[in-house]
C-alpha cells in the first residue's frame, strides 16, 4: 500500500525568496535609471534657455550636490551626479564652459562627454 504524505515544498522555500530579491532589486534598479533620466531632461530643459545656469544653479535644480568637485575632461569642465540601484549605477554628466563661473555648456547621460 503506498502513502499519500506530501513532501515540503524545498524549491518553493528557495525560489520565493530570489523572487522577492529580484523583484526588490529591478524596482530599485528601476527608481535610480527614472530619477538619472529625469535629472537629465530638467538640465536639458534649462540649458536651452537663454539665461546661462552656473554650477550653483543646476545644484539647486537638481536638488542635491554632485559626486565630487568639478574635473577638467578633454579640456571642457565636468561634475557628475550618480544615482545608484541595486544592479547598476546611472549617472548625468554635466560640462560646463571655463569661465568665472562657469557655464552649463550641455549634459550626458550615462554616457562621458
Same mark, same amino acid.
Given at each position: ?22 523583484? +526588490?532589486?529591478f524596482?530599485?534598479d /528601476? $527608481?535610480?535609471? #527614472?530619477a538619472?533620466v ?7 530643459a534649462?540649458s ?8 550653483d ?5 537638481l536638488?542635491?550636490?554632485p559626486d ?9 569642465l +565636468?561634475?557628475?551626479?550618480?544615482? /545608484? $540601484?541595486a544592479? #547598476?549605477?546611472y ?7 571655463e569661465?568665472d563661473?562657469p557655464v ?10
Open positions: 500500500m503506498a502513502t499519500d504524505k506530501k513532501k515540503p515544498p524545498y524549491l518553493l522555500f528557495v525560489l520565493l525568496p530570489l523572487l522577492a530579491i529580484g523583484i +526588490v532589486a524596482l530599485r /528601476r $527608481g535610480a535609471r #527614472q538619472a529625469d535629472a537629465n531632461d530638467k538640465i536639458d534649462v536651452r534657455e537663454t539665461e546661462r545656469k552656473s554650477p544653479d543646476v545644484k539647486l535644480i536638488g542635491r550636490d565630487g568637485p568639478i574635473s577638467k575632461s578633454n579640456g571642457r +565636468v561634475e557628475k551626479y550618480t544615482w /545608484r $540601484g544592479l #547598476q549605477s549617472y548625468v554628466c554635466v560640462v560646463y564652459n569661465g563661473p552649463l555648456n550641455g549634459v550626458y547621460l550615462n554616457e562621458e562627454p
